[in-house]
């Protein structure tokens, strides 16, 4: 192997480390009961896919190996993507349980992704079914989720839950929706605003999950990982401290896109009238100044998801932090500030004769000051209050 091919495959190797975040336990369980709360049959009777998984490093095939029959579930699947595609293929070595297994073979191990299922059979006569249950077997292909092998383990799947890739997000969500299933996967909150995924969420076909939304996540990741100290230490405070495998990093902009209902999401938010926030608004940007509006959207600004006033039955911009609070009953959202006119509300263009930072503007939701000048906002969810009928 030449120097350029060895230096080739250590940059592979490395970009596929840094997509690596293994999701810890405690926030799998978390969310899971959160689902289980809303309804105790959510899983009963269900195939559970799992891909991009592995249950000797993962804990999610771990996690419902061992509650498979408090759960109800009819056959749990996972599928690994191969080291040789991941990058990692000549740094790769087998583990010690691939290895003693029958059905082991270097090249396929190499080369090939593995699937492991587990269905409610005692395999190993314990009179118990858990992950010593497990069946496994190679793939014929690497184990991507966009071959044909996993696109038909899909779709005999009822439900989807994993941590795909953050590079391969987009991508993967329209998997799932191409494949109609629920699911259940981790991503960054900053996906709220991707094209791919808004027109889901403003249509009621995909919410946020019932937890982390504002909980730091921590995952584990190789060795030698592109993490940041302040999150490395922040990890280490949260009780994840780095050990023999893994280090361990906090994304606090992490969270759970799901479309399997929870409780959380039927909870209305406890808001002020406009008139009560004009007077008691904790916030000064409210609290006697009022709510301004935007100089090109039909809507008024409102910073704060607690200032969202109760009784306005207008279009009002909100952070998309609002979104971990959002019940479909009782409000509506009709649109994004970071999509132009894609919703029919946008007032006006700016153009370089009106403004100097007209481009980004125009990408903004924007407010006319009062010494003529302007001020663009952050990214604005567009909400209306439902009126009963």
């Known amino acids: ?6 230096n080739s495959n250590l940059a592979a190797a490395k970009k596929a480390k840094n997509d690596e975040f293994y ?16 309804n105790p049959d959510v899983f009963r009777g269900k195939t559970l896919l799992l891909p991009c998984d592995d249950p000797e490093w993962s804990n999610f095939t771990k996690f419902f190996a061992l509650h498979f029959k408090e759960y109800g579930l009819k056959k749990l699947i996972s599928t690994s993507y191969a080291p040789s595609s991941k990058g990692s293929g000549d740094l790769f070595a087998p583990t010690a349980l691939e290895k003693m297994s029958p059905g082991y073979d270097e090249e396929k191990s190499r080369d090939q992704g593995r699937v492991f299922i587990l269905e409610g059979h005692d395999v190993n006569d314990d009179g118990r079914i858990n992950i010593e249950d497990l069946q496994w077997s190679y793939l014929n292909g690497d184990g991507d989720f966009r071959s044909p092998e996993v696109i038909a383990l899909r779709d005999q799947a009822d439900i989807v839950i994993t941590n795909p890739p953050f590079s391969l997000f987009r991508e993967f969500l329209a998997w799932l929706v191409e494949g109609d299933v629920q699911f259940s996967i981790v991503g960054s909150n900053n996906a709220i605003t991707y094209k791919e995924l808004f027109p889901l969420i403003m249509h009621n076909r995909l919410w946020k999950g019932a937890t982390a939304n504002n909980t730091d996540m921590v995952f584990a990741v190789p060795k030698g990982s592109d993490i940041s100290e302040s999150d490395k230490q922040k990890a280490d405070r949260l009780g994840y401290p780095e050990d023999d495998d893994y280090e361990y990093t906090r994304l606090g902009n992490s969270c759970w896109f799901t479309n399997i209902d929870h409780g959380r999401r039927h909870e209305p938010l406890q808001l002020m009238s406009m008139d009560d926030n004009l007077k008691y608004s904790k916030h000064k940007e409210i609290r006697g100044v009022g709510y301004l509006k935007y100089d090109n959207y039909d809507a008024i600004e409102v910073p704060f998801t607690d200032a969202i006033p109760s009784d306005y039955s207008g279009v009002m911009g909100v952070p998309i932090t609002y979104l971990d609070k959002y019940n479909p009953d009782q409000f509506e959202i009709v649109g994004i500030t ?52």
């Open 338 to 389: 970071d999509r132009g006119n894609e919703y029919g509300l946008k007032l006006r263009e700016y153009d370089k004769n009106d403004v100097p930072n007209a481009g980004d503007l125009n990408r903004r939701a924007a407010i006319k000051l009062a010494d003529g000048s302007y001020k663009g906002t952050y990214a604005r969810l567009l909400i209306r209050r439902k009126v009963a009928a």
């Open 23 to 38: 999701t810890q336990w405690a926030d799998i369980e978390r969310e899971m009961n959160a689902y289980l709360e809303y």
């Open 1 to 6: 192997m030449t120097a350029m091919m060895k």
